[in-house]
């Protein structure tokens, strides 16, 4: 079967420039439908080519893809098919991808740890206890899988069985996956032991970043203050360059103090704010200059257009940084501006990569970043221009284009700061908006507070009172469905002010709920919204 699928493959590769480019089994998606079906039918087992109610080619072709490559020649391959045949139109097709997954991935570890050989083994409750004797406890994933296992045969399989006519309801019964021994699951994955396990492993963590809000919150302030001054420096260095005092490229120098907490505690009592002190030594660039001082790097045509002034060279004649000193020195980011974290990780159609491209990526993955430390608005956190990335590839040099990379760390400063003011989860802080019309503003008397933290008194003793305004948002807590269920959070004016100054800072291009991330979760309020909201704040902390 898999030798007729390689054949039906190699043949495709004789059809369209397009479908030749992307004969990887990773980009099934994008080949022809006809080249889709081809290769889905010659890993169909003959045996369910023809079941009753199913229409093979109406079938996803992300299912199709899933079929070929993780499926492929398994001994489970007409079960998971009857599973794909009944799931077709029941559920949208993620939710088929998920439970024809579990349903693979359940059946192969059957296979490994109670080494069945048919799926008739399953009729025996000893093989069921055998394996979930071999999970975890407080496992989720087993459990999950058993669910799609129990979705499939208490609700699905018996509802394909029901559109059809009598003997093609016969005929199917062969197909009928046996169920689960009574009260397996609450027996061996109790869902409230499960909870529990996940409460006392979020509290632990709670209760340790709890107490050291204050000290992130400070830490946080002090970070965006020093890409400040680095962006201040860079101003002050192009503008010199701008009005021909200076030539490029330009060296300065200056003294900065970088805040760090200490690594070495062990408890929470021990971190503490330390500092250290460097000389931050940057060269200013344009990339016309660049270009001519690194002209082996570079094709005659590039060269050409850069002396000439041509092209990128003349209206998108940017100016940047190069650090000229360790990247440990390089304020907090300088391992990710090293190993060339600012960016968009992708997938190639060819396959082929720059090298060290796929270890930077898995870098990036293991720091939170699975599609890289960038964002979907250009010109915040990263420039969007090509070009610095390109650069950055040719060479060991840091380089950094400071103006979008401020903007960047503006906005994450505001989200930390909203984080570790509020106690929001991420569920809720994709939720914020920056729209003043979905903003509620009351005004309150509160006391007036003296160095020490302490409420004054006036002469006749009574507390000192001032009036503020508070921002509030109402947004849905985690688990929480319903508009009734939503909770009022606080917006605190440190945060709107950051906010404000990134927008300010962009150009007035940030809106509505512009959160700027790469991050691997997926909430309710979408994906477009889910990739942009935690790259700024993993560069705070």
């Not at 009857?82 to 939710?95: C, F, N, P, Y």
């Not at 979020?202 to 203050?225: C, G, N, S």
């Not at 293991?366 to 221009?385: N, R, V």
Request: charged fraction near 25%.
């Amino acid at each position: 079967m898999m030798q007729a699928l390689n054949i039906s493959i190699g043949e495709r590769t004789k059809g369209s420039r397009r479908s030749v480019r992307q004969t990887g089994m990773s980009y099934f998606i994008n080949w022809d439908p006809e080249a889709q079906l081809e290769a889905f039918f010659a890993w169909l087992p003959k045996e369910v080519q023809h079941l009753p109610g199913v229409d093979w080619k109406y079938l996803s072709p992300r299912i199709m893809g899933y079929c070929v490559r993780a499926i492929r020649n398994s001994p489970d391959a007409v079960t998971l098919a009857v599973v794909a045949a009944a799931l077709h139109g029941a559920i949208d097709v993620a939710s088929q991808i998920t439970q024809l997954r579990e349903m693979h991935a359940l059946l192969q570890s059957l296979r490994a740890i109670c080494h069945i050989q048919h799926v008739d083994d399953l009729k025996h409750e000893h093989t069921w206890y055998e394996w979930a004797t071999q999970q975890k406890v407080a496992s989720t994933t087993a459990r999950q899988r058993l669910n799609a296992y129990a979705s499939f045969v208490e609700g699905h399989f018996p509802s394909y069985l029901q559109r059809l006519d009598g003997m093609d309801r016969a005929y199917m019964q062969q197909y009928a996956l046996p169920p689960l021994p009574l009260n397996l699951r609450e027996k061996h994955f109790p869902m409230r032991q499960l909870r529990t396990a996940q409460k006392i492993k979020r509290k632990a963590q709670t209760d340790i970043l709890t107490p050291l809000y204050p000290l992130l919150r400070q830490l946080v302030r002090l970070r965006k203050q020093l890409a400040e001054r680095m962006l201040l420096a860079f101003r002050d260095a192009r503008s010199r360059a701008c009005a021909g005092e200076v030539e490029l490229p330009y060296h300065f120098q200056y003294l900065e103090t970088i805040p760090e907490i200490n690594r070495d505690a062990r408890t929470v009592a021990e971190a503490h704010m330390q500092a250290r002190e460097v000389s931050l030594r940057f060269i200013v660039w344009d990339k016309r200059t660049w270009v001519k001082h690194h002209s082996g790097r570079y094709s005659d045509f590039v060269i050409r257009s850069a002396v000439e002034g041509k092209r990128l060279y003349h209206d998108r004649n940017g100016f940047f940084l190069q650090f000229d000193g360790p990247a440990s020195d390089l304020l907090w980011f300088g391992d990710f501006v090293e190993h060339r974290l600012f960016q968009s990780f992708s997938k190639t159609r060819s396959g082929s990569y720059p090298d060290g491209y796929l270890e930077r990526w898995q870098l990036a993955q293991q720091q939170g970043f699975p599609e890289g430390c960038s964002t979907s608005h250009t010109g915040l956190l990263c420039s969007g221009d090509h070009w610095f990335a390109r650069t950055a590839e040719r060479g060991t040099e840091l380089i950094v284009e400071p103006e979008s990379l401020y903007r960047g760390i503006l906005m994450g400063a505001a989200l930390a700061m909203i984080a570790l003011s509020n106690g929001c989860r991420i569920s809720e802080l994709l939720q914020v908006s920056w729209n003043k019309e979905r903003r509620i503003t009351r005004t309150e008397m509160v006391s007036v507070l003296g160095r020490d933290g302490q409420a004054q008194f006036g002469k006749d003793g009574k507390p000192l009172l001032r009036q503020v305004k508070l921002h509030f948002q109402h947004l849905l807590p985690k688990g929480a469905k319903t508009e009734e269920e939503r909770q009022l959070f606080p917006l605190s004016r440190e945060a709107l002010r950051l906010r404000s100054r990134a927008q300010n800072a962009s150009g007035g291009n940030l809106r509505g709920n512009s959160c700027c991330c790469t991050s691997t979760h997926q909430q309710q309020t979408g994906t477009s919204q889910t990739r942009t909201l935690s790259v700024p704040m993993g560069c705070f902390l």
